[in-house]
């Protein structure tokens, strides 16, 4: 795990295979998104390093429902009463009322090709097989700028599935894209703004780029991926580079 303060209180963490974000405020944190399950000490040894315990959290916000976001979910919110918001397309998923992820049959069909099985034993080793159901999670209590830590903003980009969001902090010039728009996949070679790579991806791929469409206008130069590592220059610049 490495953090880096990429502007006045954002944190930026990388995981062995996934990025959060930490915003602060005063005494308070929103987290964003919570690695997988086998990252929680990881979650909580990033909060500790920039002076804090978790119990600073005062809510998690999910990007989207994967396992690889999901992995603090739960533990926080039994070990500290911590509430969880998604958008609300995204609740259902997060319920598991339906999966909308990565298939182990379709990854095992794709172990063949290059980087993908080291990266899945290495996963699967950090729980990437796990239950991560979380009866608890709810949509956002409130529309534009949320009243927490960093006064978040939720951006639609529902693509990658049905109510994936990014978040966008004015004060900062930041923008955190989850899966939207990544910087990077240990699976693939290429670096720079980027679609999740296809083995991921569901659906049309056109249908990732008109995702992006709500980013262009933000007022952001600062890129925090789930995937990959930081990107700086104008978000508009950023998704513009993106093709399929």
């Given amino acids: ?27 308070g944190l929103t987290l964003i998104d919570g690695g997988y399950p086998g990252d929680v000490d990881a979650v909580e040894a990033s909060i500790r390093a920039i002076g804090h315990q978790p119990q600073d959290v005062r809510a998690v ?62 996963i699967i080793r950090n729980g990437a097989l796990q239950d991560v159901k979380a009866p608890h999670v709810q949509a956002f209590p409130s529309e534009g ?15 990658h599935t049905a ?23 240990k699976i ?8 999740i790579p296809p083995l991921f991806q569901h659906g049309d791929p056109t249908d990732l780029l008109t995702a992006l469409k709500p980013l ?5 130069d600062v890129l925090l991926p789930g995937h990959g590592g930081l990107h700086r220059g104008p978000i508009r610049e950023a998704v513009a580079a993106v093709h399929i």
């Fill in 1 to 27: 795990m490495k953090y880096e303060e990429v502007a006045k209180d954002v944190f930026f963490v990388q995981g062995s295979a996934v990025n959060w974000v930490l915003l602060r405020d005063g005494s």
């Fill in 61 to 122: 916000l999910l990007t989207h429902a994967h396992v690889d976001h999901m992995g603090a979910v739960n533990p926080f919110h039994s070990r500290y009463g911590i509430p969880t918001y998604v958008d609300p397309a995204e609740v259902g998923h997060a319920h598991r009322e339906y999966l909308d992820q990565l298939a182990p049959v379709k990854l095992a069909a794709n172990l063949w090709r290059p980087r993908v099985l080291p990266w899945a034993v290495g």
């Fill in 145 to 159: 700028a949320l009243d927490l830590p960093g006064q978040p903003v939720p951006v639609p980009t529902h693509g």
């Fill in 163 to 185: 109510g994936h969001t990014a978040y966008y902090v004015p004060s900062a010039g930041a923008v955190i894209t989850g899966d939207a728009l990544v910087t990077g996949h």
């Fill in 188 to 195: 693939v070679s290429a670096v720079g703004p980027q679609l």
């Fill in 216 to 220: 262009v206008d933000l007022d952001a």
